[in-house]
């Protein structure tokens, strides 16, 4: 069994740093939001997931200022769009580092769909949305107390857009929607594709 520090690794024996490999696989955070200009910015986020549900709350983890942790702490509101196989294309786009003000939807050939209950926009491709507003947004700092240079953003979520297709006998297939996420390596990616069920043991 290995024992290694993060920052103290034997980098002849581990080159590459395993953190996100092996916590993995992680759901990507394909985050839409907007600055009180008006301007839009789509991005995926591989730092994501659900962290409660009543009520339900999301997070992402931005390294850096970016525009959608920058947004998302200005006007207080973000959406989370799936994304799933079909969408892995067009959310790769999205990653682009582009300058403010130029279009992550436009460049991915994805719509702009109305939110209901936010001022982002949502991806209308995707089969599942999830407005979200702004309950936290924190800037992270080590066990030293220095600032980490990340961005964690908390949102509760306000509102669901969900394919009708997406259900069968009222439960979510989430097989079927095949979801894609994040693992280690550069442009390593998983898909959900079959899922098995173990029941929680009584006492």
């Known amino acids: 069994m290995l024992f ?6 034997d980098r002849s024996l581990i080159p590459h740093d395993p953190f996100k490999a092996l916590v993995a696989p992680r759901p990507i955070g394909w985050i839409s939001s907007v600055n009180a200009a008006g301007q839009v910015n789509l991005a995926p986020y591989s730092f994501f997931n659900a962290i409660g549900e009543e009520p339900p709350m999301l997070a992402f983890s931005s390294f850096g200022a970016k525009d959608s942790a920058t947004f998302a702490g ?37 719509t702009m769909a ?9 991806v209308a491709e995707s089969p599942c949305a999830m407005e979200c507003q702004v309950v936290h947004h924190v800037e992270l700092q080590d066990i030293d107390g220095r600032p ?24 979510v297939d989430t097989a079927a929607l095949r979801p894609i996420a994040r693992c280690g390596g550069p442009g390593d990616y998983a898909v959900v594709e079959r899922t098995f069920q173990m029941l929680r043991p009584t006492a």
């Not at 294309?89 to 992550?104: C, F, I, K, V």
């Not at 109305?114 to 949502?122: G, T, W």
């Open 148 to 171: 980490a240079d990340q961005y964690l953003v908390i949102g509760q979520v306000v509102g669901v857009h969900l394919a009708e297709g997406a259900l069968v006998d009222g439960t």
């Open 74 to 110: 200005e006007v207080r509101e973000f959406v989370w769009n799936l994304a799933t196989f079909d969408l892995r294309e067009a959310m790769n786009e999205t990653s682009a580092p582009l300058p403010r003000g130029m279009s992550e939807f436009e460049r991915a050939g994805l």
């Open 114 to 122: 109305p939110s209901r209950l936010v001022a982002p926009p949502r």
């Open 4 to 9: 290694y520090e993060p920052r103290a690794r």
